[in-house]
T-cell receptor, first 113, second 112 residues
Framework: DSGVTQTPKHLITATGQRVTLRCSPR?????VYWYQQSLDQGLQFLIQ???????AKGNILERFSAQQFPDLHSELNLSSLELGDSALYFC????????????FGPGTRLTVL | GEDVEQSLFLSVREGDSSVINCTYT??????LYWYKQEPGAGLQLLTY?????DMKQDQRLTVLLNKKDKHLSLRIADTQTGDSAIYFC????????????FGKGTKLSVKP
C-alpha cells in the first residue's frame, strides 16, 4: 500500500458526460501528479500540483482540468467525454523536493461507452 | 526529444535471472526509476538510481546504468512466478518539476 488513495476504483459513463476523479496524497506529501495510462499512448503525464498551485502541465486536453484543495487532496475533472478517454488514471504524490520519489495510487479505471 | 524505450516482452523460467532493458534519449536525466505493475493494480516503486551512479543493488534487484550509452537495466535474480508483471522504466529530467517520462513497459512472464 503506497498510502495514496484514489476514488472511485471504476467509473463507467457515456460520451459527452463529465466525471470527477479524486486523489488523496500520502500524509505529508505536497505534490500531486496525474497520469493517464492507455493502450496506445502508454503512461502519460497530465498535470502536477504543489501545495495548491499548478506546477507543470503535460499532455492534458483542454476538456480536462484539475485542482488541489487546501487539505491537499486533488480532483481531476474530465468533461465532454469521448470514447478515446477510456483509460486508467493514476495519481501520484511526492514530498517537498522535485527530486522526491513519486508513489502511485491504485488508479481509477474510466470506461466511456 | 524525450523518449524512453523498452522491449515489450520477456519470458524466463522460474529460478533464472531476468534482465529488463531500457534506453532513454535525454542526457539530462537526473533520476531513473523502475516501477512494477501487476494485473489490475497500480504502479509499485521497485528501485531508482541517481544519474551519477553506475550500479545499485537491493536484495534480488540490481540496476545498472550506462550513462554514455543511455542504457538502464534491471536484473532480477532467482525470478519467481510472483515477479510476473509489467515493468516500467521512467526518467526524471533535470530542470523538470518532477514529472516522469515512462517507457511502454516490459511484460515479464515467469514459467514454472
Amino acid at each position: 500500500d503506497s498510502g495514496v488513495t484514489q476514488t472511485p476504483k471504476h467509473l463507467i459513463t457515456a460520451t459527452g458526460q463529465r466525471v470527477t476523479l479524486r486523489c488523496s496524497p500520502r500524509s505529508g506529501d505536497l505534490s500531486v501528479y496525474w497520469y493517464q495510462q492507455s493502450l496506445d499512448q502508454g503512461l502519460q503525464f497530465l498535470i502536477q500540483y504543489y501545495n495548491g498551485e499548478e506546477r507543470a502541465k503535460g499532455n492534458i486536453l483542454e476538456r480536462f482540468s484539475a485542482q488541489q484543495f487546501p487539505d491537499l487532496h486533488s480532483e481531476l475533472n474530465l468533461s465532454s467525454l469521448e470514447l478515446g478517454d477510456s483509460a486508467l488514471y493514476f495519481c501520484a504524490s511526492s514530498g517537498r523536493a522535485t527530486t522526491d520519489t513519486q508513489y502511485f495510487g491504485p488508479g481509477t479505471r474510466l470506461t466511456v461507452l | 526529444g524525450e523518449d524512453v524505450e523498452q522491449s515489450l516482452f520477456l519470458s524466463v523460467r522460474e529460478g533464472d535471472s531476468s534482465v529488463i532493458n531500457c534506453t532513454y534519449t535525454d542526457s539530462s536525466s537526473t533520476y531513473l526509476y523502475w516501477y512494477k505493475q501487476e494485473p489490475g493494480a497500480g504502479l509499485q516503486l521497485l528501485t531508482y538510481i541517481f544519474s551519477n551512479m553506475d550500479m545499485k543493488q537491493d536484495q534480488r534487484l540490481t540496476v545498472l546504468l550506462n550513462k554514455k550509452d543511455k542504457h538502464l537495466s534491471l536484473r532480477i535474480a532467482d525470478t519467481q512466478t510472483g515477479d510476473s508483471a509489467i515493468y516500467f522504466c521512467a526518467e526524471r529530467l533535470e530542470g523538470s518539476q518532477g514529472n516522469l517520462i515512462f517507457g511502454k513497459g516490459t511484460k515479464l512472464s515467469v514459467k514454472p
